[in-house]
């Protein structure tokens, strides 16, 4: 068969595969994915009902060849010439080529390696004289096109999924765990880890991992930022520089820690701080799996994905700071006023509906006024700060301790019947009593406080009656000599106002 005529008698066989055909690059109505192979006539523009892997492909790489039952080579087109077997009528075949043939007689897809190229065959008639067209292409040529495809895949799936995690709309905490457990499946990593500064971005805070032990949570819950060095994510975040490891267990640092402290055995890993500007935001650390040979090919997407989480981070850190100044004290940083009297509405409505106990406390440091006249204002502050901590560090995660205003406090308990109420205060009342406060002379001063109680349902039912009765047993330890804690005792009574008694005088006219 001649080429010129074998194209004619080609295009017609290929149309049996569903495969059309046309002559010139770029030929008009070409529906599917055309991919061109030159010939001897010209370019022969295969119009493929699917993409293939060609697509892409530099079309002198590409080759098609007639080939008859035992292999001998009929015609061959482009790439096709180059590959020894097909060149001409052969006795000695490649053990590769022979299976190729085999499989396609046999009515099967077939798929070969031979000389450094892919051949792909197809039966074109079953008939007579039966005939196999191989399409050949480049080895080297499609493992790199089938590498950027499969890149491009993989970079398409992260980034969705990951831009539709970080649109999630909510607190900081709830961003983290979504976009940790959104990279975590998508890019197939080993373990994900996400950390935000705190502490004047002095501290990272582990707020969402993925794939790490108990241990190693607990371990690496808090980093260093300023002269850290221990790990990649500290070495980010002191150097504001991406660390890129491409296998853990061979670093003195990831391996005393990434590779201790995986659930899965690790391959390579990447640490890329979180910035904007000269800001600090926080440190993203993805460690792929330890037979994942491409993750190095993966770090620029990474990076894009480090971009981008670095504004919704910042978004988020801005927004749960705005949130933070509405409801907590500016000077101790607990709650306020207006987040009190929130959380004591809420837990007295559970308390009622459940049918449980609600322990509320007022605190009052005192001689506080001593404190300030004779120290002054900073060591008042001080003295307010020490209080709250204390405050802080002595209830439950279930509790509330709050800034009810000056140097009063609240501590409000649910679950917690009077008894149980009282015996807590007066635990936080012994704490703050051991608390040593310097004064300017260098002395130790002493720092007390004095605390009343009240409970649903024992004192009352309703939020304005349980704190005034709180107060009232407040005002009792206070007259009681101080540092002292006093229960309210029954249920509250509110004073009785007195009127005023009318004159007697005679009204004017």
Not at 15 to 28: M, S, W
Not at 287 to 302: K, N, T
Not at 413 to 431: C, E, H, I, K, T
């Amino acid at each position: 068969m001649e080429p010129d005529q074998g194209l004619s008698e080609l295009a017609r066989r290929l149309h049996g595969l569903g495969v059309r055909t046309a002559d010139g690059a770029g030929a008009p109505g070409l529906t599917g994915f055309p991919v061109v192979v030159p010939t001897a006539a010209g370019n022969l523009v295969l119009d493929l009902p699917s993409p293939a892997l060609l697509d892409g492909l530099d079309p002198s790489l590409v080759g098609l060849a007639v080939v008859d039952p035992m292999g001998n080579c009929r015609v061959a087109w482009g790439a096709a010439g180059q590959v020894p077997d097909l060149r001409g009528a052969q006795e000695v075949k490649s053990d590769a080529f022979r299976e190729l043939v085999r499989e396609t007689m046999l009515g099967r897809s077939a798929c070969r390696t031979v000389g450094g190229h892919r051949c792909h065959g197809a039966l074109l008639d079953a008939g007579p004289e039966p005939e196999i067209l191989v399409l050949v292409t480049d080895a080297s040529a499609e493992r790199a096109l089938l590498n950027r495809a499969e890149l491009h895949e993989r970079t398409t799936n992260v980034l969705r999924v990951m831009g539709g995690a970080m649109a999630v709309e909510g607190d900081l905490l709830s961003l983290c765990a979504s976009v940790v457990h959104a990279l975590g499946v998508s890019a197939d990593l080993a373990a994900v880890m996400l950390w935000t500064t705190e502490e004047d971005g002095r501290v990272l805070r582990l707020r969402a991992s993925r794939g790490l032990t108990p241990v190693g949570q607990e371990r690496m819950g808090r980093l260093r930022v300023r002269g850290g060095d221990a790990c990649a994510a500290e070495l980010a975040a002191n150097t504001r520089r991406v660390q890129f490891h491409h296998r853990v267990a061979a670093d003195a640092r990831s391996a005393a820690w990434e590779a201790k402290y995986c659930l899965l055995a690790p391959g390579g890993a990447i640490a890329l701080p979180l910035t904007g500007g000269d800001e600090l935001y926080g440190v993203l650390e993805a460690v792929g799996r330890e037979r994942d040979a491409r993750f190095a090919e993966y770090r620029s997407l990474f990076e894009t994905v480090a971009e981008h989480l670095s504004v919704a981070v910042r978004a988020a850190i801005l927004l749960e700071t705005t949130l933070r100044l509405a409801t907590h004290d500016p000077l101790t940083g607990i709650a306020n006023h207006r987040a009190l009297h929130e959380f004591l509405g809420r837990r007295l409505a559970e308390a009622i509906r459940e049918n449980r106990p609600l322990g509320v406390v007022m605190v009052d440091v005192d001689h506080f006024r001593e404190f300030n006249e004779s120290e002054g204002h900073a060591t008042g502050d001080a003295v307010l700060k020490a209080v709250a901590g204390t405050l802080r560090e002595s209830v439950r995660i279930s509790d509330l301790a709050a800034r009810y205003g000056g140097e009063e406090f609240t501590l409000v308990m649910p679950g917690q019947g009077l008894a149980d109420v009282r015996l807590a205060a007066d635990r936080v009342r012994s704490r703050i009593e051991s608390l040593d406060l310097a004064e300017l002379a260098g002395a130790s001063r002493s720092l007390t406080v004095s605390l009343g109680c009240a409970a649903y349902p024992e004192t009352a039912s309703e939020v304005p009656a349980l704190l005034r009765a709180a107060d009232e047993a407040l005002y009792a330890a206070k007259r009681l000599g101080r540092n002292r804690t006093v229960a309210y005792e029954g249920p509250y009574q509110a004073p009785v106002k007195v009127r005023p008694r009318e004159s007697n005088r005679p009204r004017a006219a």
